[in-house]
C-alpha cells in the first residue's frame, strides 16, 4: 500500500493550496481517507476526514476553509485549502482513517 502526497508549498495569506494523494495497493473506493497535519512542536491533529461513499467531516479550525474530496476512479483524495493562515503552516499527511498507512507528509507554510 502507498500513499503519495503532493501539492505543498508555500503561498501567502488568505491564498489557496490544493494537496493531493495518490493511494495505491488497496481497494480505494471503501475506504474512508483523512488528512492529518502537525505543526512543529505540536501534536498531529486530524483535519478532514471522506468516507468511500463521499460523506465529509472537519475540524472546526478548517470548517468554511477547506474542503475534503476524492477521485475514485483515480485513486486520490484532495483537500482544497481556502483563506489560509499562518497558524495553517504544518506538514500534511495523508492517510487512512484508521491510522493503519500513511503518506510521506507535504509541507505547507502560510507566510504573513
Known amino acids: 500500500v502507498q500513499l503519495q502526497a503532493s501539492g505543498g508549498g508555500l503561498v501567502q495569506t488568505g491564498g489557496s493550496l490544493r494537496l493531493s494523494c495518490k493511494v495505491s495497493g488497496i481497494i480505494f473506493r471503501i475506504l474512508r481517507m483523512a488528512w492529518y497535519r502537525q505543526a512543529p512542536g505540536k501534536q498531529r491533529e486530524l483535519v478532514a476526514d471522506?468516507?468511500?461513499?463521499?460523506?465529509?467531516d472537519y475540524a472546526d479550525f478548517v470548517k468554511g476553509r477547506f474542503t475534503i474530496f476524492r477521485d475514485n476512479v483515480k485513486n486520490t483524495v484532495y483537500l482544497q485549502m481556502n483563506s489560509l493562515q499562518p497558524e495553517d503552516t504544518a506538514v500534511y499527511y495523508c492517510a487512512l482513517f484508521n491510522g493503519n498507512y500513511w503518506g510521506q507528509g507535504t509541507q505547507v507554510t502560510v507566510s504573513s
Open positions: 471522506i468516507t468511500g461513499g463521499g460523506s465529509t
